[in-house]
């Protein structure tokens, strides 16, 4: 079984996302995660969306559409890596479920293990008739999991609780500073060739996968809307389940496609989907305050 191998640039991705994560964990309390397994509704909701909707859809999508069988296998690799640490910080920006999002990160984490390699080795068989027996190393994903995600929103946590003040002080000084970090990684990644931890991506092949990628981002948006409208769940609730359905793990879908299948043209479509999926985000919050600023629900 191979073990993640990461480059420089994947370290550094995953020091900002555990620092956005402890950022996070400063605006929250421990009864704030009570609440949820109070009230689990929407956690479940969520979940479905996430680990069975999405690479749904992105099938359908994908059996419709022209593109080259590497880039569609690079889609599923993304719908089925759900819900990244970044889905967090843009639902705490708009005042959403922190709490639910930050459980719905970590417990999607943990069963991607079992489901990423069940969808992609179905991706390769039917779209490139190649077999592939993918598994992900257990262990290194446990700890990836633990360290990027539990540990630092379980310390971000605590700092809350013992010291509330300097707690408040740090979430102002993170908030802004970490997104600037995180927008010059995937900058790399983007713009950077290989040599220097990119993916080489040519601007033909960006405006290849773009349009795919973007019917999948507003399907993700249907979806999370019309499963809000039918199980009725506040707006606060259902806005971060739409976020974290739109906002997907795209550096994990980078170890996958690059690290694991060792395929730099998998790797394209995540990062096409994130140089454009967080500013999608940002809009539907925008147009959602909009909209729902007075209501507490999606019931008339």
């Known amino acids: ?77 993304l719908a089925v890596c759900p819900g990244g640490t970044t889905s967090g910080f843009v639902t705490y920006l708009f005042k959403g479920n922190v709490a639910l999002s930050i459980s719905l990160t970590a417990i999607n984490s943990v069963l991607t293990i079992f489901t990423i390699p069940f969808v992609v080795n179905f991706s390769l068989q039917y779209f490139m008739k190649q077999d592939s027996n993918l598994h992900l190393p257990i262990l290194d994903s446990f700890i990836q999991i633990f360290l990027v995600t539990l540990l630092p929103a379980s310390l971000g946590v605590f700092v809350h609780r013992i010291k509330p003040n300097i707690a408040k002080f740090l979430e102002k000084q993170l908030k802004y500073i970490l997104m600037v970090l995180l927008a010059i990684v995937y900058s790399v990644k983007f713009f950077a060739g290989e040599q220097y931890g990119g993916t080489g991506i040519t601007a033909a092949e960006a405006w290849t996968i773009f ?26 609730d259902a806005f ?37 999926s967080f500013w999608s985000a940002i809009l539907f919050g925008i147009i959602t305050k909009l909209i729902y600023k007075d209501k507490l629900s999606f019931e008339k």
């Open 1 to 77: 079984m191979e073990a993640f191998q990461y480059t420089y640039i994947d370290i550094f991705i995953s020091l900002v996302l555990a620092s956005i994560m402890f950022g996070l964990g400063l605006s929250l309390t421990v009864s704030s995660f009570r609440n949820i397994l109070v009230y689990p509704r929407a956690f479940f909701i969520g979940l479905s969306s996430q680990m069975i909707a999405l690479p749904v859809i992105a099938f359908l999508i994908l059996l419709f559409s022209d593109i080259p069988d590497v880039y569609k296998v690079g889609i599923m690799i």
């Open 211 to 236: 349009p795919y990628t973007l019917i999948f981002n507003v399907a993700c948006f249907i979806l999370s809307i019309g499963f809000g409208k039918l199980t009725r769940l506040t707006i606060r």
């Open 240 to 276: 971060t389940i739409a976020i974290e359905v739109t906002l997907h793990n795209t550096t994990l879908a980078l170890l996958i496609a690059g690290t694991l299948l060792h395929n730099q043209e998998m790797v394209k479509p995540a990062l096409v989907y994130s140089m454009f």
